[in-house]
């Protein structure tokens, strides 16, 4: 069965400074992974995709992640953290296979931007 | 507008009543989903229409709830006998057909049951 864990409940970081939200995730083959973005009183908006094209994904507004097969980990990171940031981010895979439309959402990671 | 709409964005109901919720895809999006997000559960799925269709209707928490989509287009996710559990964001996303495969959903803003 296809899972996510985020790891961190809560990041917080201080505008300029490097954002890293982290993710492990479980398949038992080669998943489809994404990031997406929940901002307060907004729906939730896709970030970025990974689909094995290439392991290094950008997405919108700076943000990037690398699939690592070996750490099977999908790392959220992005250089300089803005305050527009500060949101609640979710790790999703694809779950199951063949008519299912069930994407496997993490528990969220809380970012916190301070001035 | 362009987006995923749904109604009520908030519904107080008193125990033992029955709601509905109303979702109001992407024009040409033939995918449809339901989640729910509450507090501790995270997001969790709901079920999934193709059409009209539900290939996928294996989150549904019991069989107080229950959904439909008529015309390809309108879904309403019913929920009969509310039970104070029942209180969390409910969330549409719509898709093109494709949506499971390229995991390309969009979302509206969600409905915010209480439920007291």
């Known amino acids: 069965a296809q899972s996510v864990t985020q790891l961190d409940s809560h990041v917080s970081v201080s505008e300029g400074t490097p954002v890293l939200l982290r993710c492990n995730y479980s398949s038992s083959y080669s998943p489809s992974l994404f990031w997406y973005v929940q901002h307060p009183n907004k729906g939730l908006q896709l970030l970025l995709k990974?689909?094995?094209?290439?392991?290094l994904v950008k997405g919108i507004n700076g943000f990037e992640a690398e699939f690592k097969k070996s750490e099977t980990s999908f790392h959220l990171t992005k250089p300089s953290a803005h305050m527009s940031d500060a949101a609640e981010y979710f790790c999703v895979v694809i779950g199951g296979s063949g008519n299912t439309g069930k994407l496997i959402f993490g528990q969220g990671t809380t970012l916190q931007v301070k001035p | 507008g362009a987006g995923v709409s749904q109604s009520p964005s908030n519904k107080v109901t008193e125990k033992g009543k029955d709601v509905e919720l109303r979702c109001d895809p992407i024009s040409g999006h033939t995918a449809l989903y339901w989640y729910r997000q509450s507090l501790g559960q995270g997001l969790e799925f709901l079920i999934y229409f193709q059409g009209n269709s539900a290939p996928d209707k294996s989150g549904l928490p019991s069989d107080r709830f229950s959904a439909e989509r008529t015309g390809g287009s309108v879904s309403t996710l019913t929920i009969q006998r509310t039970q104070q559990e029942d209180s969390a964001v409910y969330l549409c996303?719509?898709?093109?057909?494709?949506?499971?495969?390229?995991?390309?959903?969009?979302f509206g803003e969600g409905s915010r049951l209480t439920v007291l």
């Open positions: 996303a719509s898709s093109l057909a494709d949506g499971i495969i390229t995991g390309e959903l969009f």
């Open positions: 990974y689909t094995s094209a290439a392991t």
